[in-house]
């Protein structure tokens, strides 16, 4: 496997769509960077929020994940309170080439102020806007912003194409086009 560099992921934006819309520049004053990078990309918010409404709500069990339920918040930034999470989305649409993996870290500004990013593997032939979810490990209140950096994927490229792929697989979050809550 090999790290796939920005020219490749230019290229792969351009003519195969697989990253839309995309942003060249990385930096732009007052914002928290975004866009293409020398191994990666670093992808936005959208305005699209899913905050967890815990009443009622003695454990999470992510068998029975209707169980909680999720307050819409389409604004310019959320505010995730202490030691809690939401469920945001890229504002990028991905398609993710059949020999190709793509991994997600969470950008180094936000680490600093207590924020986990996690989002599982772009795997092959998976497509969709990320669903992400944003852990608050830290004791104050902490804003994030839509239309800004959150995290950066890196593209992996295989020794040789997988036998069956997520698209094949028909995966239960292809295609997906806004946040989705966990399918069981």
């Known amino acids: ?22 942003a060249e520049n990385r930096v732009r004053k007052g914002k928290i960077s975004f866009g293409a990078s020398c191994y990666g990309y670093d992808f936005r918010l959208a305005r699209e929020f899913k905050v967890p409404e815990f009443e009622g709500v003695k454990e999470l069990d992510p068998k029975r994940a209707n169980q909680l339920h ?20 890229s504002l990028e649409y991905f398609r993710i080439p059949r020999d190709v993996l793509a991994l997600c870290q969470g950008k180094s500004t936000y680490a600093r102020c207590g924020l986990i990013v996690n989002v599982t593997p772009l795997e092959p032939e998976w497509e969709g806007f990320i669903t992400i979810s944003l852990v608050n490990a830290g004791p104050l209140p902490l804003r994030v912003y839509a239309n800004e950096g959150i995290a950066q994927v890196v593209f992996l490229k295989a020794e040789s194409p997988c036998r069956t792929s997520y698209g094949d697989r028909k995966g239960k979050y292809q295609a997906q086009r806004k946040i989705q809550t966990a399918i069981v």
């Open 70 to 89: 999720f307050r819409e918040h389409d604004a310019r930034a959320c505010v995730i309170p202490t030691r809690s999470f939401i469920l945001a989305r």
């Open 1 to 22: 496997m090999s790290v796939l560099p920005d020219h490749w992921i230019r290229e792969m934006a351009r003519s195969k769509g697989m990253i839309e819309p995309f």
